[in-house]
């Protein structure tokens, strides 16, 4: 199947006090229709940098024009003109983010804010926008929408606040919803509202998502096939099962083995040594490498490729994969 | 352990390194701040050389009065026949003095109402509300009706300057240390059983010293445009002692004719103000953690 | 480091070194247009032990009170009524405060926020150090080598006190956190989601140190957090805090194999796992009550799916429902 989105080889520098730091480095993926791709990873990984660099959401000024290309619908929305950039953001593509509690205007009922997109992209008047959003906030199971539609965002709960901003974003049904850590700023208790719901509108409206998250758990409850980053770069794709049954990448089988277990007591939790290298760091090699258990010394030297370890799975350990294929 | 040691003190040394002399280094390529700085730097040095001119600038010499600007007076003399070159640059000293007391003054006092406030809410109540009254009045005028009260003298025009500008200082400080307030190694130094005199001296003052800093330079900046005033209005330090004040007022009479008297202290008020500006500006913009984002 | 508590097999009991007893926390909000200020129940009637050498973990979301928990137990905040004794002291009432002088020492606390916990401005040896300065008495090397002491015991190199806080990553910003509250000795640490603002790899770490100290120091803990497979690696007994009631408490394996309260048993479903062929059932519906004019009964009623008629009546009072299990429901 074509793919709806497709990244190509994309990199994204930053300019700190400390020099230009690499975010995301030569990252490439690919999103078919109606998938739901996870992106996993800690801080520093670029997951999030990358999802904004997909609708050129990043901060200008600090920012070089990423390299690479993105491409949707035939054309490379990094060259694409402004105007045409604007028709894509909300329209075809929407995102929505972690804090609920700043994305929302303040100063605008729920109306005005789920309108805006409607009367932007669909030409819809007043009347029809505001109908068109209590019909959204039923959708994202708001109770008692056609009141709700009119008031302030700090009436709302986190957990609400997150529905209405998934209401502006499938305003216009759009192909693509990219999720930035949506739940990360819930309770347990209304993150499993907020899943069920993405995952009941992404099969309803034959959406694709992509969700980034840090956390395994959501991963494997929400995504179909996951993308692990560290440290800027893509360290392993593979479809959710094999992920979590036979993790290839050093970095990935650590994460599996460190998080916190809740259905099992484990005497003690073992844990990936050191820490995540500083962002404006140069690290010659493998950026694992300094926690790598099975670091050998080419790790430190040359900068690994990402190699196929079965269908639809790669990893950027070429040792481990010709380890593990040499077994199996 | 010993590699694990190793990086993390070499990270961290990295990190410092960058970051030890970062204020510093953003400081000297601002280039607001090193105007600025340059010509306070001149005004301070000129001040201190006042003495090499070798000339009295108090000594009257009737025979060369109202000279215009030339060979053997630089910036003319007055209605005495006082060098006013050298008269400028004592007026330096003194007005610059008054300009620095005032701000460390005012810093000192202001520090201490503004932490004073935000640790002890019944006594912020109260001292907002006498700092809200003096801020009801225009700092100069209130400067002027204390100066004139307290006299014509030096230490008056001080006192009284520093009184009109403390609300201002007290303020910036009690809002950044409620900020402080509210961060997590408060409540660990009370856990630890710190006192409300530690928290405020060791913890909330430190945290606002910059935003102290900044607005201290913009307070000397205000005193000395309002020392000219004062003086302008007889309440400054008393004649004979030169302060660009003083060489103003006194060559008002003689402003049509004599026009060099009033513009050359005139001038180095407003160089020393723009100077100070500059020097706050960029201080501001280099510690405002908020603006961090550059080109 | 099973402590057996009051078992009838005659082994030994272990001491309760922190008794809470109907703990109740308001706090006033005035609220605009001049009305009466607005009370706001944070904790709630609230009862629990903790045992020397354990660690009770203390999980809710956001409003439960557990937090506010954690700073009424070393006397941050002053309680509204109950009580509180901690090793035999009774901090709270008239005689709390002489009394909380006395245990004092015996108490600290690890907050949750690596990057607000140390004071910017301070030398990390310094910021160590503040309970040693604070309480006095100690010179200058003595102090110096409680110091280096202290940063050995939480696997940081000695070098770095005199580096400042803004120089360290958030997990060794942690571990010098922790190092302070060790500096004076203390028996019992409240830790308020000590690793939640961490990076997963670096969660596991903490853990482990906290257990090592454990272990080394003889401590007890009160281990604050939400995420409730990070107190499951950590805890001995678990208590259940919702809208500022204490709804279940139980030794830890029973807690989360046979949980009875239904708010437990719902926030154990609705935990993502990373097992990819988990179904998990429909997620609880509702939001978390507004503990600013709390419904009368249950605070769980509106949501719970065994709620009875009697729940949104009368608060159901903590029953005991087994070895160590403590359960406030109208269903036992």
């Excluded at chain 1, 791709?37 to 990423?66: D, F, N, Q, Y």
């Excluded at chain 2, 010509?39 to 009737?62: E, S």
């Excluded at chain 2, 204390?146 to 609300?167: D, E, K, W």
């Excluded at chain 3, 080598?145 to 958030?170: I, K, M, W, Y």
Aim: contains cysteine.
């Amino acid at each position: 199947m074509e793919p709806l989105l497709e990244v190509d080889d994309l990199t994204v520098r930053f300019r700190t006090d400390a020099g230009w730091m690499t975010a995301v480095d030569r990252v490439s993926l690919a999103v078919r229709p109606g998938e739901a791709l996870g992106i996993v990873g800690e801080s520093g990984s670029g997951k999030s940098v990358t999802a904004l660099s997909i609708l050129r959401l990043h901060a200008a000024p600090t920012t070089r024009m990423p390299t690479g290309r993105i491409m949707y619908g035939g054309r490379d929305m990094l060259t694409l003109p402004a105007r045409e950039m604007r028709a894509i953001r909300g329209g075809e593509i929407a995102m929505i983010f972690q804090d609920p509690m700043s994305s929302l205007n303040p100063v605008l009922t729920i109306a005005d804010q789920i309108g805006e997109s409607l009367r932007l992209h669909q030409g819809l008047d007043h009347a029809a926008a505001r109908q068109r959003a209590i019909d959204l906030l039923d959708l994202v199971r708001i109770p008692d929408a056609a009141r709700r539609v009119d008031e302030y965002p700090h009436r709302l709960s986190g957990g609400m606040r997150q529905r209405v901003m998934i209401a502006i974003a499938i305003a216009c049904r759009p192909k693509l919803l990219i999720a930035d850590e949506p739940t990360t700023a819930l309770d347990v208790t209304i993150q499993a509202q907020i899943l069920d719901l993405l995952r009941d509108l992404q099969m309803e409206l034959g959406m694709s998502v992509i969700l980034i998250t840090h956390d395994m758990g959501v991963i494997a409850e929400f995504a179909r096939r996951v993308m692990v980053m560290y440290a800027g770069r893509v360290v392993e794709t593979a479809p959710v099962g094999e992920l979590f049954r036979r993790p290839v990448h050093p970095y990935t089988d650590g994460l599996l083995s460190a998080i916190p277990k809740l259905d099992v007591d484990v005497r003690r939790l073992p844990a990936i040594p050191g820490s995540i290298p500083d962002p404006t760091a140069v690290i010659l090699g493998c950026r694992y490498s300094p926690r790598c258990p099975m670091v050998q010394a080419a790790c430190r030297t040359e900068v690994p490729e990402l190699v196929s370890a079965g269908p639809e799975r790669e990893a950027r350990c070429p040792p481990r994969v010709a380890m593990l294929g040499a077994v199996s | 352990m010993a590699e694990a040691t190793a990086t993390i003190l070499a990270s961290g040394e990295a990190i410092a390194a960058r970051r030890r002399f970062r204020v510093l280094r953003k400081l000297l390529h601002h280039r607001s701040f090193m105007v600025g700085f340059i010509i306070i730097l001149l005004m301070v040095t000129a001040a201190l050389c006042a003495p090499l001119t070798g000339v009295d600038p108090n000594r009257m010499a009737i025979r060369f009065r109202f000279r215009p600007p030339q060979e053997n007076w630089w910036f003319g003399t007055d209605q005495f026949g006082r060098d006013l070159f050298t008269r400028t640059l004592y007026g330096a000293q003194l007005s610059l003095w008054i300009g620095l007391s005032v701000a460390v003054l005012t810093g000192v006092l202001g520090a201490a109402i503004g932490v004073l406030s935000a640790q002890f809410r019944r006594l912020d109540s109260l001292l907002m509300r006498i700092m809200d009254a003096l801020m009801a009045a225009p700092a100069i005028l209130l400067a002027i009706g204390l100066g004139a009260a307290l006299g014509p003298q030096t230490h008056s025009v001080i006192i009284a300057l520093v009184v009109a500008y403390i609300p201002r200082t007290a303020r910036i400080v009690r809002a950044s240390a409620l900020v402080t307030r509210e961060l997590e190694f408060i409540e660990a130094a009370r856990v630890a059983g710190a006192s409300s005199l530690r928290i405020m001296f060791k913890h909330l003052l430190p945290n606002a010293s910059g935003p102290l800093l900044v607005q201290s330079t913009f307070v000397f900046a205000y005193a000395i445009l309002a020392e000219a005033a004062l003086s302008f209005l007889g309440i400054g330090p008393p004649p004979p002692a030169p302060s660009w004040g003083n060489i103003i007022a006194e060559g008002r009479q003689f402003a049509v004719q004599s026009w060099w008297i009033m513009l050359f202290p005139g001038f180095a008020i407003s160089l020393a103000a723009l100077g100070m500006n500059l020097l706050g500006d960029g201080l501001r913009d280099v510690l405002d953690p908020r603006l961090k984002v550059e080109g | 480091m099973s402590a057996a508590r009051g078992h009838a097999g005659g082994r030994v009991v272990s001491r309760s070194i922190v008794k809470v007893r109907d703990l109740v926390k308001d706090f006033h909000v005035t609220r605009g247009r001049g009305g009466p200020p607005a009370v706001l129940r944070a904790v709630n009637h609230i009862s629990f032990d903790i045992q020397a050498g354990t660690t009770l973990g203390l999980v809710g979301e956001s409003g439960s009170g557990k937090s506010t928990t954690g700073r009424l137990l070393v006397g941050l905040i002053p309680a509204s009524s109950g009580e509180i004794e901690l090793f035999g002291e009774t901090i709270t009432g008239g005689a709390g405060a002489p009394a909380l002088a006395k245990v004092r020492s015996k108490l600290q606390f690890v907050f949750q926020d690596p990057h607000g916990s140390l004071n910017p401005r301070m030398r990390v040896g310094d910021c160590i150090a503040e309970p040693i300065d604070i309480a006095g008495g100690w010179s200058r090397g003595d102090r110096n080598d409680r110091v280096s002491e202290l940063l050995e015991t939480v696997g940081l190199p000695r070098a770095v006190a005199e580096r400042f806080p803004h120089e360290f990553s958030g997990g060794q910003r942690q571990r010098i956190g922790i190092a302070r509250a060790l500096a004076l000795r203390p028996d019992f640490v409240v830790c308020d989601e000590p690793v939640s603002a961490l990076d997963v790899s670096m969660q596991a770490q903490i853990i482990n140190l906290l257990l090592d100290l454990q272990e080394k120091l003889g401590l007890s803990y009160l281990f604050i957090a939400h995420d409730l497979a990070v107190v499951r690696s950590i805890a001995t007994d678990v208590a259940v805090m919702y809208a500022g009631a204490l709804v279940e408490q139980a030794p830890k394996t029973v807690l989360y194999s046979a949980p009875q309260h239904p708010y437990t048993q719902a926030l154990l479903e609705a935990v993502p796992r990373p097992d990819p062929d988990r179904v998990r059932s429909a997620a609880l519906g509702g939001e978390v009550p507004s503990i600013l004019n709390p419904p009368p009964g249950c605070a769980f009623a509106a949501r719970c799916p065994q709620a009875m008629d009697v729940c949104r009546v009368d608060r159901p009072a903590p029953r005991a429902t087994g070895e160590g299990h403590v359960v406030a429901c109208h269903l036992y």
